[in-house]
Protein backbone atom coordinates (compact mmCIF):
# COMPACT_ATOMS: atom_id res chain seq x y z
CA UNK A 1 0.00 0.00 0.00
CA UNK A 2 1.47 3.60 -1.18
CA UNK A 3 2.10 5.58 1.53
CA UNK A 4 -0.47 8.94 1.55
CA UNK A 5 2.41 10.83 3.14
CA UNK A 6 4.38 10.78 -0.30
CA UNK A 7 1.82 12.35 -2.24
CA UNK A 8 1.84 15.62 -0.01
CA UNK A 9 2.79 18.32 -2.18
CA UNK A 10 5.72 20.58 -1.28
CA UNK A 11 5.86 24.22 0.16
CA UNK A 12 7.73 25.02 -2.88
CA UNK A 13 5.28 23.22 -4.74
CA UNK A 14 2.35 24.97 -3.34
CA UNK A 15 3.33 28.11 -3.12
CA UNK A 16 3.74 27.93 -6.75
CA UNK A 17 -0.14 27.78 -7.10
CA UNK A 18 -2.21 30.78 -7.63
CA UNK A 19 -4.13 31.15 -4.45
CA UNK A 20 -0.92 31.21 -2.53
CA UNK A 21 0.66 32.51 -5.36
CA UNK A 22 -1.22 36.12 -4.66
CA UNK A 23 -1.23 35.96 -1.39
CA UNK A 24 2.93 36.29 -0.98
CA UNK A 25 2.68 39.97 -2.52
CA UNK A 26 -0.43 41.18 -0.82
CA UNK A 27 0.59 39.45 2.82
CA UNK A 28 3.73 38.72 2.93
CA UNK A 29 6.41 35.74 2.14
CA UNK A 30 7.35 34.50 5.61
CA UNK A 31 3.90 35.30 7.11
CA UNK A 32 2.29 32.77 3.51
CA UNK A 33 5.70 30.08 4.13
CA UNK A 34 5.26 29.51 7.93
CA UNK A 35 1.48 29.53 7.46
CA UNK A 36 1.93 26.95 4.87
CA UNK A 37 4.36 24.98 7.05
CA UNK A 38 2.17 25.20 10.02
CA UNK A 39 -0.50 23.53 8.13
CA UNK A 40 1.70 20.80 6.25
CA UNK A 41 2.89 19.72 9.73
CA UNK A 42 -0.47 19.83 11.12
CA UNK A 43 -1.97 17.72 7.98
CA UNK A 44 0.58 15.33 7.90
CA UNK A 45 -0.33 14.37 11.97
CA UNK A 46 -4.00 14.22 10.63
CA UNK A 47 -3.31 11.87 7.34
CA UNK A 48 -0.96 9.85 9.69
CA UNK A 49 -3.93 9.32 12.40
CA UNK A 50 -6.48 8.80 9.66
CA UNK A 51 -8.28 5.70 8.16
CA UNK A 52 -6.29 3.64 5.71
CA UNK A 53 -8.43 4.90 2.64
CA UNK A 54 -8.09 8.69 3.51
CA UNK A 55 -7.56 10.55 -0.05
CA UNK A 56 -5.21 13.05 0.01
CA UNK A 57 -6.54 16.14 -1.57
CA UNK A 58 -5.30 17.70 -4.95
CA UNK A 59 -1.98 20.59 -4.51
CA UNK A 60 -4.85 23.15 -5.75
CA UNK A 61 -7.15 21.72 -3.53
CA UNK A 62 -4.90 21.93 -0.67
CA UNK A 63 -3.17 25.44 -1.66
CA UNK A 64 -7.38 26.87 -1.25
CA UNK A 65 -7.42 25.01 1.91
CA UNK A 66 -4.33 27.07 3.39
CA UNK A 67 -5.13 30.19 1.39
CA UNK A 68 -8.48 30.21 3.54
CA UNK A 69 -7.08 29.85 6.72
CA UNK A 70 -4.78 31.90 6.25
CA UNK A 71 -6.61 34.86 5.52
CA UNK A 72 -9.21 33.76 8.23
CA UNK A 73 -6.13 36.06 10.61
CA UNK A 74 -5.37 38.41 8.08
CA UNK A 75 -8.52 40.27 8.24
CA UNK A 76 -9.31 40.21 12.12
CA UNK A 77 -13.01 39.81 13.32
CA UNK A 78 -12.16 42.89 15.78
CA UNK A 79 -12.45 45.58 13.47
CA UNK A 80 -13.89 49.44 12.91
CA UNK A 81 -17.98 49.81 11.65
CA UNK A 82 -20.16 52.32 10.73
CA UNK A 83 -22.73 52.36 13.24
CA UNK A 84 -25.69 53.34 11.61
CA UNK A 85 -28.20 51.38 14.36
CA UNK A 86 -28.60 55.00 16.32
CA UNK A 87 -28.61 53.03 19.54
CA UNK A 88 -25.75 55.51 21.15
CA UNK A 89 -24.41 53.08 23.90
CA UNK A 90 -24.81 49.64 21.82
CA UNK A 91 -22.46 47.25 23.90
CA UNK A 92 -22.01 45.00 20.90
CA UNK A 93 -20.77 47.77 18.60
CA UNK A 94 -18.61 48.97 21.58
CA UNK A 95 -19.87 51.54 23.48
CA UNK A 96 -19.13 55.52 23.60
CA UNK A 97 -16.52 56.04 20.64
CA UNK A 98 -13.45 58.02 22.08
CA UNK A 99 -12.69 61.56 21.90
CA UNK A 100 -9.61 62.68 19.75
CA UNK A 101 -8.21 64.21 23.03
CA UNK A 102 -8.05 60.49 24.51
CA UNK A 103 -7.30 58.52 21.89
CA UNK A 104 -3.77 60.88 21.52
CA UNK A 105 -3.33 60.57 24.71
CA UNK A 106 -3.77 56.72 24.44
CA UNK A 107 -1.48 56.65 22.05
CA UNK A 108 1.42 58.66 23.39
CA UNK A 109 1.38 56.49 26.80
CA UNK A 110 1.27 52.99 24.52
CA UNK A 111 3.94 53.96 22.72
CA UNK A 112 6.70 54.19 25.32
CA UNK A 113 7.06 54.11 28.78
CA UNK A 114 5.06 56.23 31.07
CA UNK A 115 5.00 57.40 35.15
CA UNK A 116 1.84 54.97 35.38
CA UNK A 117 2.79 54.46 39.02
CA UNK A 118 5.56 56.63 39.70
CA UNK A 119 5.42 60.45 41.43
CA UNK A 120 7.08 62.42 39.24
CA UNK A 121 8.20 64.84 42.08
CA UNK A 122 9.84 62.59 44.19
CA UNK A 123 10.78 59.78 41.47
CA UNK A 124 8.96 57.08 44.18
CA UNK A 125 6.36 55.07 43.13
CA UNK A 126 2.81 55.73 43.47
CA UNK A 127 -0.40 54.82 43.24
CA UNK A 128 -1.67 54.83 39.18
CA UNK A 129 -5.19 56.14 40.18
CA UNK A 130 -3.18 59.50 40.82
CA UNK A 131 -4.34 60.01 37.24
CA UNK A 132 -7.59 61.13 37.55
CA UNK A 133 -8.43 61.07 41.11
CA UNK A 134 -8.40 64.37 41.53
CA UNK A 135 -10.06 65.14 38.22
CA UNK A 136 -13.08 62.78 39.34
CA UNK A 137 -13.37 64.52 42.96
CA UNK A 138 -13.36 67.71 41.37
CA UNK A 139 -16.24 66.66 38.83
CA UNK A 140 -18.37 64.68 41.69
CA UNK A 141 -16.97 66.37 44.92
CA UNK A 142 -16.39 63.27 46.41
CA UNK A 143 -12.85 62.88 48.63
CA UNK A 144 -11.41 60.42 46.83
CA UNK A 145 -11.61 57.58 43.79
CA UNK A 146 -10.85 54.34 42.17
CA UNK A 147 -10.81 52.85 38.98
CA UNK A 148 -11.71 48.95 37.89
CA UNK A 149 -12.20 47.32 34.63
CA UNK A 150 -15.87 47.91 34.47
CA UNK A 151 -18.79 49.23 36.63
CA UNK A 152 -19.30 45.36 37.32
CA UNK A 153 -16.28 44.96 39.06
CA UNK A 154 -16.69 48.17 40.86
CA UNK A 155 -19.77 46.51 41.86
CA UNK A 156 -17.92 42.94 42.70
CA UNK A 157 -15.15 45.15 44.51
CA UNK A 158 -17.00 47.43 46.97
CA UNK A 159 -19.19 44.67 48.00
CA UNK A 160 -16.54 42.36 48.68
CA UNK A 161 -14.76 44.79 50.77
CA UNK A 162 -17.28 46.29 52.46
CA UNK A 163 -19.78 43.50 53.23
CA UNK A 164 -17.96 40.20 52.60
CA UNK A 165 -19.72 37.29 55.17
CA UNK A 166 -22.24 40.05 55.92
CA UNK A 167 -25.37 41.18 54.44
CA UNK A 168 -25.95 44.44 52.32
CA UNK A 169 -29.51 45.65 51.99
CA UNK A 170 -31.07 45.95 48.78
CA UNK A 171 -34.76 47.12 47.85
CA UNK A 172 -37.09 44.15 45.38
CA UNK A 173 -37.67 46.22 43.23
CA UNK A 174 -33.78 47.14 42.11
CA UNK A 175 -32.96 43.97 42.10
CA UNK A 176 -31.60 44.62 38.07
CA UNK A 177 -30.19 41.96 35.12
CA UNK A 178 -28.20 43.90 33.20
CA UNK A 179 -27.09 42.01 29.80
CA UNK A 180 -27.43 38.24 30.29
CA UNK A 181 -24.38 37.83 32.96
CA UNK A 182 -24.60 40.60 35.39
CA UNK A 183 -27.60 39.87 37.73
CA UNK A 184 -27.44 41.39 41.53
CA UNK A 185 -27.73 38.64 43.43
CA UNK A 186 -24.97 36.45 41.63
CA UNK A 187 -22.77 39.42 41.69
CA UNK A 188 -23.81 39.57 45.87
CA UNK A 189 -23.46 35.75 45.64
CA UNK A 190 -19.96 36.12 44.02
CA UNK A 191 -18.66 39.13 46.55
CA UNK A 192 -19.50 36.90 49.37
CA UNK A 193 -22.10 38.93 50.86
CA UNK A 194 -25.74 38.00 51.33
CA UNK A 195 -28.11 39.78 50.03
CA UNK A 196 -31.18 41.06 52.28
CA UNK A 197 -34.16 42.05 50.11
CA UNK A 198 -36.58 44.34 51.23
CA UNK A 199 -40.09 45.83 50.51
CA UNK A 200 -41.84 44.66 47.29
CA UNK A 201 -41.28 44.77 43.77
CA UNK A 202 -43.26 48.17 43.61
CA UNK A 203 -43.33 49.31 46.77
CA UNK A 204 -40.48 49.61 49.69
CA UNK A 205 -40.32 51.93 52.31
CA UNK A 206 -37.75 53.67 54.46
CA UNK A 207 -39.05 51.76 57.47
CA UNK A 208 -38.59 48.21 55.05
CA UNK A 209 -34.78 49.09 55.35
CA UNK A 210 -34.59 50.04 59.68
CA UNK A 211 -36.57 46.48 60.34
CA UNK A 212 -34.00 44.50 58.42
CA UNK A 213 -30.58 46.60 59.98
CA UNK A 214 -29.62 43.71 62.52
CA UNK A 215 -25.98 42.17 63.95
CA UNK A 216 -25.06 41.02 60.05
CA UNK A 217 -25.65 44.29 58.25
CA UNK A 218 -22.78 45.79 56.60
CA UNK A 219 -24.15 47.81 53.60
CA UNK A 220 -27.56 49.97 52.36
CA UNK A 221 -27.25 49.46 48.86
CA UNK A 222 -29.28 51.59 46.14
CA UNK A 223 -29.43 50.61 42.58
CA UNK A 224 -30.36 52.67 39.61
CA UNK A 225 -32.83 50.59 37.41
CA UNK A 226 -31.13 51.69 34.13
CA UNK A 227 -32.93 49.43 31.93
CA UNK A 228 -36.18 49.11 33.42
CA UNK A 229 -39.04 51.48 35.63
CA UNK A 230 -41.24 50.26 38.06
CA UNK A 231 -44.38 52.31 36.96
CA UNK A 232 -47.87 53.14 38.86
CA UNK A 233 -48.10 52.41 41.95
CA UNK A 234 -44.90 52.96 43.46
CA UNK A 235 -42.43 54.07 46.42
CA UNK A 236 -39.13 54.39 47.00
CA UNK A 237 -36.45 55.39 49.12
CA UNK A 238 -33.97 58.80 47.79
CA UNK A 239 -30.41 58.65 48.22
CA UNK A 240 -30.96 61.31 50.67
CA UNK A 241 -33.04 59.45 52.99
CA UNK A 242 -31.50 55.72 52.85
CA UNK A 243 -27.92 57.85 53.68
CA UNK A 244 -29.45 59.14 56.88
CA UNK A 245 -30.73 55.53 57.86
CA UNK A 246 -27.36 54.66 56.95
CA UNK A 247 -25.73 56.91 59.24
CA UNK A 248 -28.17 56.52 62.15
CA UNK A 249 -26.96 52.85 62.29
CA UNK A 250 -23.12 53.59 61.41
CA UNK A 251 -23.86 51.34 57.64
CA UNK A 252 -22.20 52.64 54.67
CA UNK A 253 -24.26 53.40 51.23
CA UNK A 254 -23.18 52.09 48.11
CA UNK A 255 -25.30 54.29 45.73
CA UNK A 256 -24.76 51.98 42.14
CA UNK A 257 -25.70 54.84 39.61
CA UNK A 258 -25.08 52.79 36.53
CA UNK A 259 -24.36 54.98 33.77
CA UNK A 260 -23.17 58.07 35.66
CA UNK A 261 -23.79 61.25 33.87
CA UNK A 262 -21.33 64.01 34.70
CA UNK A 263 -23.77 66.04 33.52
CA UNK A 264 -27.61 66.78 33.22
CA UNK A 265 -28.26 65.67 29.95
CA UNK A 266 -32.81 66.50 30.14
CA UNK A 267 -32.59 68.48 27.17
CA UNK A 268 -31.37 65.97 25.50
CA UNK A 269 -34.42 63.75 26.50
CA UNK A 270 -32.38 61.72 28.87
CA UNK A 271 -34.71 61.86 31.49
CA UNK A 272 -34.23 60.02 35.40
CA UNK A 273 -30.33 59.49 34.62
CA UNK A 274 -28.59 59.69 38.11
CA UNK A 275 -25.49 62.32 38.25
CA UNK A 276 -22.43 61.11 40.20
CA UNK A 277 -22.48 64.54 42.10
CA UNK A 278 -25.96 64.55 43.67
CA UNK A 279 -25.61 61.00 44.63
CA UNK A 280 -22.14 62.08 46.35
CA UNK A 281 -23.87 65.22 47.86
CA UNK A 282 -26.72 62.98 48.85
CA UNK A 283 -23.75 61.61 50.95
CA UNK A 284 -23.24 58.17 49.67
CA UNK A 285 -20.21 56.61 50.73
CA UNK A 286 -19.64 55.24 47.55
CA UNK A 287 -21.19 55.85 44.31
CA UNK A 288 -20.37 53.06 41.29
CA UNK A 289 -20.89 54.01 37.64
CA UNK A 290 -19.71 52.94 34.16
CA UNK A 291 -17.00 54.86 32.14
CA UNK A 292 -18.30 53.90 28.79
CA UNK A 293 -22.44 55.02 28.90
CA UNK A 294 -22.73 58.76 29.86
CA UNK A 295 -19.49 59.60 30.55
CA UNK A 296 -18.50 58.85 26.94
CA UNK A 297 -15.40 57.62 27.77
CA UNK A 298 -12.75 54.03 27.94
CA UNK A 299 -14.86 50.99 29.75
CA UNK A 300 -13.82 50.83 33.14
CA UNK A 301 -15.82 51.23 36.42
CA UNK A 302 -15.82 54.40 38.38
CA UNK A 303 -15.94 54.84 41.97
CA UNK A 304 -16.18 57.63 43.93
CA UNK A 305 -16.53 58.34 47.76
CA UNK A 306 -15.74 58.87 51.21
CA UNK A 307 -11.67 58.45 51.90
CA UNK A 308 -11.76 56.16 54.07
CA UNK A 309 -14.49 53.82 52.21
CA UNK A 310 -12.24 54.21 49.14
CA UNK A 311 -9.18 53.43 51.00
CA UNK A 312 -10.60 49.89 51.71
CA UNK A 313 -11.67 49.27 48.69
CA UNK A 314 -8.45 50.53 47.08
CA UNK A 315 -6.35 48.06 49.36
CA UNK A 316 -8.80 45.19 48.51
CA UNK A 317 -6.08 42.68 47.34
CA UNK A 318 -8.96 41.85 44.94
CA UNK A 319 -8.56 45.61 43.81
CA UNK A 320 -4.95 44.29 41.92
CA UNK A 321 -6.95 41.59 39.25
CA UNK A 322 -9.44 44.32 38.41
CA UNK A 323 -7.39 47.51 37.99
CA UNK A 324 -7.44 49.49 35.20
CA UNK A 325 -4.12 49.41 32.81
CA UNK A 326 -1.96 52.75 31.43
CA UNK A 327 -4.03 53.06 28.35
CA UNK A 328 -7.28 53.62 29.91
CA UNK A 329 -6.61 55.65 32.24
CA UNK A 330 -4.40 57.76 29.69
CA UNK A 331 -8.22 58.12 27.77
CA UNK A 332 -10.00 58.34 30.88
CA UNK A 333 -8.24 61.15 32.17
CA UNK A 334 -8.19 62.90 28.78
CA UNK A 335 -12.04 62.50 28.89
CA UNK A 336 -12.66 63.61 32.08
CA UNK A 337 -10.32 67.32 31.51
CA UNK A 338 -12.89 67.82 28.53
CA UNK A 339 -15.50 68.19 31.39
CA UNK A 340 -13.84 70.75 32.96
CA UNK A 341 -14.96 73.07 30.35
CA UNK A 342 -18.93 72.87 30.17
CA UNK A 343 -19.04 75.15 27.16
CA UNK A 344 -17.36 73.11 24.53
CA UNK A 345 -17.63 69.66 26.42
CA UNK A 346 -20.45 68.74 23.76
CA UNK A 347 -17.79 69.69 21.04
CA UNK A 348 -15.43 67.40 22.01
CA UNK A 349 -16.24 64.42 23.88
CA UNK A 350 -18.78 62.51 20.97
CA UNK A 351 -21.17 60.70 22.39
CA UNK A 352 -22.12 63.84 23.85
CA UNK A 353 -21.15 65.70 20.08
CA UNK A 354 -24.02 62.77 18.66
CA UNK A 355 -26.52 63.08 21.21
CA UNK A 356 -26.53 66.87 21.07
CA UNK A 357 -26.43 67.29 17.15
CA UNK A 358 -29.93 69.37 16.31
CA UNK A 359 -32.67 67.00 14.15
CA UNK A 360 -32.77 69.90 11.29
CA UNK A 361 -28.63 68.87 10.69
CA UNK A 362 -29.43 65.32 10.91
CA UNK A 363 -32.32 65.56 8.28
CA UNK A 364 -30.12 68.12 5.81
CA UNK A 365 -28.17 65.17 5.91
CA UNK A 366 -30.92 62.38 5.28
CA UNK A 367 -32.21 64.45 2.44
CA UNK A 368 -28.27 64.95 0.42
CA UNK A 369 -27.84 61.53 1.04
CA UNK A 370 -31.23 59.59 0.25
CA UNK A 371 -31.21 60.80 -4.03
CA UNK A 372 -27.09 59.66 -3.56
CA UNK A 373 -28.13 56.22 -2.76
CA UNK A 374 -30.53 56.18 -4.32
CA UNK A 375 -28.65 56.39 -7.91
CA UNK A 376 -26.94 53.55 -6.73
CA UNK A 377 -27.70 49.79 -8.63
CA UNK A 378 -27.94 48.19 -5.32
CA UNK A 379 -30.86 50.24 -4.45
CA UNK A 380 -34.40 50.67 -5.30
CA UNK A 381 -35.83 53.02 -3.30
CA UNK A 382 -34.28 55.50 -0.46
CA UNK A 383 -35.89 58.58 1.25
CA UNK A 384 -35.34 60.48 4.01
CA UNK A 385 -37.18 59.15 7.15
CA UNK A 386 -37.73 61.14 10.91
CA UNK A 387 -37.66 58.18 13.77
CA UNK A 388 -36.69 57.72 17.48
CA UNK A 389 -33.85 56.25 18.26
CA UNK A 390 -32.65 55.27 22.23
CA UNK A 391 -28.90 55.50 24.40
CA UNK A 392 -29.12 51.76 24.29
CA UNK A 393 -26.11 50.34 26.68
CA UNK A 394 -28.20 49.12 29.22
CA UNK A 395 -30.56 52.40 29.59
CA UNK A 396 -34.66 52.08 29.40
CA UNK A 397 -36.56 52.08 26.20
CA UNK A 398 -39.11 54.87 27.71
CA UNK A 399 -36.30 57.23 26.72
CA UNK A 400 -36.16 58.74 22.90
CA UNK A 401 -34.00 60.62 21.19
CA UNK A 402 -35.42 62.49 17.87
CA UNK A 403 -33.38 61.31 15.05
CA UNK A 404 -33.78 61.22 11.38
CA UNK A 405 -32.90 57.71 8.93
CA UNK A 406 -32.65 57.12 5.31
CA UNK A 407 -35.27 54.19 4.61
CA UNK A 408 -33.43 51.85 1.58
CA UNK A 409 -35.56 49.14 -0.26
CA UNK A 410 -32.97 47.01 -1.76
CA UNK A 411 -32.95 46.54 -6.05
CA UNK A 412 -32.52 42.74 -5.50
CA UNK A 413 -32.52 40.28 -2.27
CA UNK A 414 -34.49 40.15 1.10
CA UNK A 415 -33.06 43.43 3.45
CA UNK A 416 -31.71 40.78 5.52
CA UNK A 417 -29.29 40.12 2.83
CA UNK A 418 -28.97 43.52 2.33
CA UNK A 419 -28.11 44.08 6.18
CA UNK A 420 -25.76 40.73 5.88
CA UNK A 421 -23.66 42.57 2.94
CA UNK A 422 -23.28 45.83 4.36
CA UNK A 423 -22.21 44.07 7.53
CA UNK A 424 -19.58 42.48 6.10
CA UNK A 425 -18.41 45.24 3.46
CA UNK A 426 -15.75 47.58 3.85
CA UNK A 427 -16.39 49.81 6.08
CA UNK A 428 -18.49 47.22 7.41
CA UNK A 429 -21.63 49.05 8.43
CA UNK A 430 -24.78 48.29 10.96
CA UNK A 431 -28.05 49.74 10.32
CA UNK A 432 -31.36 48.51 11.37
CA UNK A 433 -34.64 46.86 9.84
CA UNK A 434 -38.08 48.30 9.77
CA UNK A 435 -40.75 46.99 7.86
CA UNK A 436 -38.89 45.61 5.60
CA UNK A 437 -36.52 48.23 4.89
CA UNK A 438 -33.37 49.05 5.87
CA UNK A 439 -32.01 52.11 8.15
CA UNK A 440 -29.37 54.04 8.45
CA UNK A 441 -30.01 56.17 10.90
CA UNK A 442 -27.48 59.52 11.29
CA UNK A 443 -28.26 60.19 15.38
CA UNK A 444 -24.79 57.93 15.12
CA UNK A 445 -23.22 58.51 11.95
CA UNK A 446 -20.12 61.07 12.30
CA UNK A 447 -20.74 63.35 9.15
CA UNK A 448 -17.44 62.51 7.75
CA UNK A 449 -18.48 58.80 7.33
CA UNK A 450 -22.01 59.47 5.55
CA UNK A 451 -19.59 59.61 1.88
CA UNK A 452 -18.39 55.92 3.11
CA UNK A 453 -22.25 54.62 3.76
CA UNK A 454 -22.61 55.38 -0.40
CA UNK A 455 -19.22 53.58 -0.80
CA UNK A 456 -20.16 50.92 1.33
CA UNK A 457 -23.84 50.23 -0.27
CA UNK A 458 -22.21 50.36 -3.91
CA UNK A 459 -21.49 46.86 -5.25
CA UNK A 460 -18.97 45.85 -6.34
CA UNK A 461 -19.11 43.17 -8.92
CA UNK A 462 -15.85 41.95 -8.90
CA UNK A 463 -15.47 42.28 -4.95
CA UNK A 464 -12.92 39.63 -3.41
CA UNK A 465 -14.20 36.11 -2.96
CA UNK A 466 -17.09 35.71 0.18
CA UNK A 467 -14.46 33.86 1.60
CA UNK A 468 -12.97 36.39 3.15
CA UNK A 469 -15.49 36.97 5.50
CA UNK A 470 -15.90 35.12 8.44
CA UNK A 471 -19.73 34.28 8.99
C1 LIG B 1 -24.36 49.08 33.11
C2 LIG B 1 -24.56 48.85 34.56
C3 LIG B 1 -23.71 48.00 35.26
C4 LIG B 1 -22.58 47.27 34.60
O1 LIG B 1 -21.63 48.16 34.12
P1 LIG B 1 -20.48 47.71 33.09
O2 LIG B 1 -19.61 48.90 32.99
O3 LIG B 1 -21.16 47.33 31.84
O4 LIG B 1 -19.78 46.55 33.73
C5 LIG B 1 -23.92 47.83 36.62
N1 LIG B 1 -24.94 48.44 37.24
C6 LIG B 1 -25.80 49.27 36.59
C7 LIG B 1 -26.91 49.92 37.35
C8 LIG B 1 -25.63 49.50 35.22
O5 LIG B 1 -26.48 50.32 34.57
Not at 42 to 59: G, L, M, Y
Request: charged content about 20%; some cysteine.
Amino acid sequence: MQNPLRNIPSVNELLEIPPLRGMVDRVSHSVVVSGVRTFLSDFRDEVQTAASEFKVPTATELAERIAEWIVKDETPSLRPVINATGILLHTGLGRAPLAGEAIQAMSEVAAGYSSVEVDLATGERSQRVLAVESLLTKLTGAEAAVVTNNNAAATLLALTTLAAGREVIVSRGQLIEIGGSFRLPDVMTASGARLREVGTTNKTRLADYEQAIGEETAALMNVHTSNYRVVGFTEEVTTTELVKLGRDHKLPVIDDIGSGALLDLTKYGINEEPIAAESIKAGADAVLFSGDKLLGGPQCGIIVGRRSVIDQIAEHPMMRAMRVDKLTLAALAATLRLYRDPETVELSVPFLTLISTPIENLRSRAERLAPQLAALDAVATANPMDDVTYLGGGSVPTQQIKTCCVAVTPAVGSVSDFATRLRNGCPAVFGRIFQDRFLFDLRTVFPHQDAMLITATETRPNEASPKNTDD
